[in-house]
C-alpha cells in the first residue's frame, strides 16, 4: 500500500462523511456513547485509586493499629471481639515502655457527642480524640495551620487542642480556628493547631475530629477504664513484620494470655481494606465494561449498515474503478478507512462530550458531596490514547464485512448497476 493510496482513501472517507454528515452523525452516535463509557469509567477508575492510595497514605503503610476491634473487611466473630476488655491505659503505658523496634508509639482515647460552642453557637457530632504530642509525627498528624501540642502541653494537661477540617469549616466562617477558643464541654481551649484535610468519600469521617492532650482528655472526659487504640509506626515498611511480631507478643504478654489461647486484641493494617477496594473497582469496571461492549455492539450494527449502503450507492463507481485498473485491496482499504474515520469521529466528539462532563463534574461535586476532592478536571492522556485505538479498531470491524463486498464486485456488473 503506497501512500498516494492511503492519501487517496482518507480523502475518498472525508468526502463521503461531508456528503451525508447527519448519517454519518448517526452511524458514529454508537461509537461515540461507547468511547464516553470508556472515558468515564477509566476516570473514575483514576479517581477511585486516587482516593485508596490517599487513604493508605492516610493510615500510613508502614502503621500498625492494635485495638479491641477489628476493622471493617477483617475477619472475626462479632460476638467473642464485643466480649473483650478494653485495652486500658495502663496496659498502653506498659507497652509503650517495653517496645523497642519501633519508632512512635502513640496511644489515641475517643469521646463521642460532646458539646461544642463557639460565641453563641452550639455544634455537636464531632469526635474528640486524646493523643499524645507524638500523634504530630504520623501521617495522620499533618499540619496546615499553626502546630502540634507538645510534649510540655500533654505533661501538664494544657487545655489546646486541634482541629480537623469539618470542624474548622463548620464553626469558622474563614474555615480557619488558629488562635481563638473554643468550649468543650463548659471548658475553654485555644486552638493552636489546624490539620490538613485527609478524608476521601471512603474516610471523610477522619476531618470530623477534635484532638486534645491525652492528660486533658482524661481530665475532660473522665478514664473510666474506656477503651484506647494503639498507633504504632515502623521505622520502615521493611520493619512491619518485626514490629508487628513484637507488638504481638509483648500484648499477649501485658494482657495476661496463656500459651495456645487466643488474641483478645486486633493487629489492624491498611491491607485490610485492599480486598475491599478491590470489589469497588472491579465493581466499576465490571459495569462499565458491560455497558461499553452494550454501546460497541450497536455502534459497530450502526456503522456496518451505513457502510452496505455506501456500498451499494457507489457501485458503479466501483466498477469503473475496477475498470480502469483499481485493485481489490485499494477497494478494501478505502471502505475501512471509511468506517474507521467514522469510528475516529465519534470517538472526537466524545472527547469534548466527556471532557465538560468531567470538568464540570470535579469542579462541583466535591462542593456538595464531602470526600470527593480526588477528582481529576483532566482526562488522562493514556485514556484518550486508548480510546483513540479502540475507535479504530471498531471501525475496522465494522467496515471489514462491508469492505470485502466492495472488493469482490464483478466489475462489468457494478458497471451495469443503476
Known amino acids: 500500500?503506497?501512500?498516494?493510496?492511503?492519501?487517496?482513501?482518507?480523502?475518498?472517507?472525508?468526502?463521503?462523511?461531508?456528503?451525508?454528515?447527519?448519517?454519518?452523525?448517526?452511524?458514529?452516535?454508537?461509537?461515540?456513547?461507547?468511547?464516553?463509557?470508556?472515558?468515564?469509567?477509566?476516570?473514575?477508575?483514576?479517581?477511585?485509586?486516587?482516593?485508596?492510595?490517599?487513604?493508605?497514605?492516610?493510615?500510613?503503610?508502614?502503621?500498625?493499629?492494635?485495638?479491641?476491634?477489628?476493622?471493617?473487611?477483617?475477619?472475626?466473630?462479632?460476638?467473642?471481639?464485643?466480649?473483650?476488655?478494653?485495652?486500658?491505659?495502663?496496659?498502653?503505658?506498659?507497652?509503650?515502655?517495653?517496645?523497642?523496634?519501633?519508632?512512635?508509639?502513640?496511644?489515641?482515647?475517643?469521646?463521642?457527642?460532646?458539646?461544642?460552642?463557639?460565641?453563641?453557637?452550639?455544634?455537636?457530632?464531632?469526635?474528640?480524640?486524646?493523643?499524645?504530642?507524638?500523634?504530630?509525627?504520623?501521617?495522620?498528624?499533618?499540619?496546615?495551620?499553626?502546630?502540634?501540642?507538645?510534649?510540655?502541653?500533654?505533661?501538664?494537661?494544657?487545655?489546646?487542642c486541634v482541629i480537623g477540617s469539618i470542624p474548622a469549616n463548620t464553626i469558622f466562617s474563614d474555615s480557619i480556628g488558629v488562635g481563638k477558643t473554643i468550649k468543650i464541654d463548659g471548658k475553654n481551649f485555644l486552638i493552636i493547631g489546624q490539620l490538613t484535610k485527609q478524608g476521601t468519600m471512603m474516610m471523610d469521617f477522619v476531618d470530623n475530629v477534635i484532638y486534645l492532650p491525652i492528660r486533658t482528655f482524661f481530665a475532660t472526659f473522665g478514664n473510666n477504664n474506656r477503651n484506647v487504640t494503639i498507633a504504632i509506626k515502623a521505622r520502615s515498611i521493611s520493619d512491619l513484620d518485626e514490629l508487628r511480631a513484637e507488638t504481638e507478643g509483648l500484648m499477649r504478654t501485658i494482657r495476661n494470655i496463656k500459651p495456645g489461647e487466643k488474641n483478645d486484641f486486633s493487629i489492624n493494617e491498611s491491607k485490610?481494606?485492599?480486598?475491599?477496594?478491590?470489589?469497588?473497582?472491579?465493581?466499576?469496571?465490571?459495569?462499565?465494561?458491560?455497558m461499553t461492549v452494550l454501546s460497541f455492539i450497536v455502534g459497530i450494527i450502526g456503522i456496518m449498515n451505513i457502510m452496505f449502503v455506501s456500498v451499494t450507492e457507489r457501485t458503479k463507481e466501483i466498477g469503473i474503478r475496477k475498470a480502469i485498473g483499481a485493485k481489490k485491496r485499494a477497494i478494501l482499504f478505502q471502505f475501512i478507512v471509511e468506517s474507521a474515520a467514522l469510528c475516529f469521529a465519534g470517538a472526537l466528539i466524545s472527547f469534548v462530550i466527556c471532557s465538560v462532563l468531567i470538568y464540570l463534574a470535579a469542579t462541583y461535586l466535591p462542593m456538595w458531596v464531602s470526600g470527593l476532592s480526588f477528582l481529576s478536571p483532566i482526562i488522562p492522556l493514556d485514556l484518550l490514547l486508548i480510546a483513540s485505538i479502540v475507535s479504530v479498531v471498531v471501525g475496522i470491524l465494522a467496515g471489514l464485512v462491508p469492505a470485502l463486498r466492495a472488493a469482490n464486485l464483478n466489475p462489468i456488473e457494478a458497471l451495469r448497476y443503476e
Not at 454528515?21 to 473514575?44: D, E, Q, T
Not at 466473630?77 to 507497652?95: G, L, M, P
Open 272 to 290: 485490610v481494606f485492599e480486598s475491599t477496594f478491590a470489589i469497588i473497582r472491579m465493581s466499576v469496571w465490571g459495569i462499565g465494561i458491560g
Open 1 to 160: 500500500m503506497t501512500i498516494t493510496e492511503i492519501k487517496e482513501a482518507a480523502k475518498l472517507a472525508i468526502d463521503s462523511m461531508r456528503s451525508a454528515k447527519m448519517r454519518s452523525f448517526l452511524a458514529s452516535l454508537g461509537v461515540v456513547i461507547g468511547i464516553s463509557f470508556v472515558i468515564i469509567m477509566g476516570w473514575a477508575l483514576s479517581g477511585l485509586d486516587k482516593a485508596v492510595e490517599d487513604t493508605f497514605n492516610m493510615i500510613g503503610r508502614d502503621m500498625i493499629y492494635v485495638d479491641k476491634w477489628e476493622w471493617a473487611g477483617s475477619r472475626g466473630n462479632w460476638k467473642e471481639v464485643q466480649a473483650r476488655k478494653n485495652i486500658t491505659y495502663k496496659q498502653v503505658r506498659e507497652f509503650q515502655e517495653m517496645m523497642h523496634s519501633a519508632e512512635v508509639v502513640v496511644p489515641t482515647a475517643r469521646h463521642f457527642g460532646p458539646k461544642v460552642k463557639y460565641g453563641n453557637d452550639d455544634f455537636s457530632g464531632i469526635q474528640m480524640q486524646g493523643v499524645t504530642s507524638d500523634y504530630g509525627l504520623t501521617p495522620a498528624g499533618n499540619i496546615a495551620f499553626g502546630r502540634f501540642f507538645n510534649e510540655f502541653e500533654d505533661r501538664q494537661a494544657e487545655n489546646v
